[in-house]
């Protein structure tokens, strides 16, 4: 198989990325949630440290109204990071601010004075103003590396390390095993084998939520559990992945 001629996009190592999926299978929970977490955590450090005074990149955040709360808690810890979110923070603030005085038509205008009819066009204007204009660009990097990562897997998921890795996974959480399956332009053959592979992961998990809620009989209070005893949360973080997206994708 030549991987070259499945990179997903220029500039994308695609080896690196068949290698790093290798290596998130071996790691608990969902591959694609541990990769994509990653690329998002360092993509915040580049430009928090080196892209911070670009102007287009602040204008996609300002027009986002920043970050979705999910990414924007990623922004905080550290001297850098909190130097860095202050400056981006005062930015979107004072953009902000100036578009409520432009929909209020002056900063110190008298609310009281305004008959209600008006008052309601105002208040419409002023929503309409700081309302965001662009979803978060941190959803939209975090979006496109799961298109990376997900497309590397489906077009390898026959490779003998790569099927076996998945096998031993703990498969991936529904959000993005969704998504595998709904990629467009993918093998079927390939998304027909990952569901397959998916199907045995979860049966398996099923059954040791059995055996656990079985154990949490009384008559089995005495009886130390196995590897069913932490299925609850792996079922939990299986079923609901890492994020929910600000655009309400899951």
Same mark, same amino acid.
């Given at each position: 198989?030549?991987?070259a001629?499945?990179?997903?996009?220029?500039?994308?190592?695609?080896?690196?990325?068949?290698?790093?999926?290798?290596?998130?299978?071996?790691?608990?929970?969902?591959?694609?949630?541990?990769?994509?977490?990653?690329? /998002?955590?360092?993509? @915040?450090?580049?430009?928090?440290?080196?892209? !911070?005074?670009?102007? $287009? =990149? %602040?204008? &996609?955040?300002?027009?986002?109204?920043?970050f979705?709360?999910?990414?924007?808690?990623?922004?905080?810890?550290g001297?850098?990071?909190?130097?860095?979110?202050?400056?981006?923070?005062?930015?979107?603030?004072?953009?902000?601010?100036?578009?409520?005085?432009?929909?209020?038509?002056?900063?110190?205008?008298?609310?009281?004075?305004?008959?209600?009819?008006?008052?309601?066009?105002?208040?419409?204007? /002023?929503?309409?103003? @700081?309302?965001?204009?662009?979803?978060?660009? !941190?959803?939209?990097? $975090? =979006? %496109?590396q &799961?298109?990376?990562?997900?497309?590397?897997?489906?077009?390898?998921?026959?490779?003998?390390?790569?099927?076996?890795?998945?096998?031993?996974?703990?498969?991936?959480?529904?959000?993005?095993?969704?998504?595998?399956?709904?990629?467009?332009?993918?093998p079927?053959?390939?998304?027909?084998?990952?569901?397959?592979?998916?199907?045995?992961?979860?049966?398996?998990?099923?059954?040791?939520?059995?055996?656990?809620?079985?154990?949490?009989?009384?008559?089995?209070?005495?009886?130390?559990?196995?590897? $069913?005893?932490?299925?609850?949360?792996?079922?939990?973080?299986?079923?609901?992945?890492?994020?929910?997206?600000?655009?309400?994708?899951?």
């Amino acid at each position: 198989m030549t991987r070259a001629s499945t990179r997903p996009r220029a500039g994308q190592d695609y080896r690196t990325t068949y290698t790093d999926l290798l290596e998130a299978l071996s790691q608990p929970d969902c591959a694609v949630c541990r990769l994509v977490n990653q690329a /998002v955590r360092q993509h @915040v450090d580049v430009f928090l440290y080196e892209q !911070l005074l670009v102007i $287009e =990149r %602040r204008d &996609e955040i300002r027009a986002a109204r920043g970050f979705c709360s999910i990414h924007g808690a990623m922004l905080v810890g550290g001297h850098g990071r909190m130097l860095g979110a202050a400056t981006l923070h005062q930015d979107i603030i004072n953009d902000a601010l100036r578009q409520i005085d432009r929909a209020m038509n002056a900063p110190t205008v008298r609310l009281k004075r305004i008959f209600p009819p008006a008052l309601r066009a105002m208040l419409r204007n /002023v929503a309409r103003a @700081v309302r965001p204009r662009r979803m978060c660009p !941190l959803c939209e990097y $975090e =979006r %496109r590396q &799961e298109g990376v990562i997900l497309r590397a897997l489906v077009n390898d998921i026959n490779d003998p390390a790569l099927r076996g890795a998945f096998e031993r996974s703990a498969g991936l959480c529904l959000p993005h095993f969704q998504m595998a399956v709904n990629l467009p332009d993918a093998p079927a053959g390939n998304q027909a084998r990952l569901v397959e592979l998916e199907r045995a992961i979860l049966a398996g998990l099923k059954a040791e939520l059995d055996e656990y809620l079985s154990r949490r009989n009384a008559s089995y209070e005495s009886e130390p559990m196995g590897a $069913e005893a932490d299925a609850p949360l792996r079922a939990v973080r299986l079923v609901s992945g890492r994020v929910v997206h600000s655009d309400g994708r899951m």
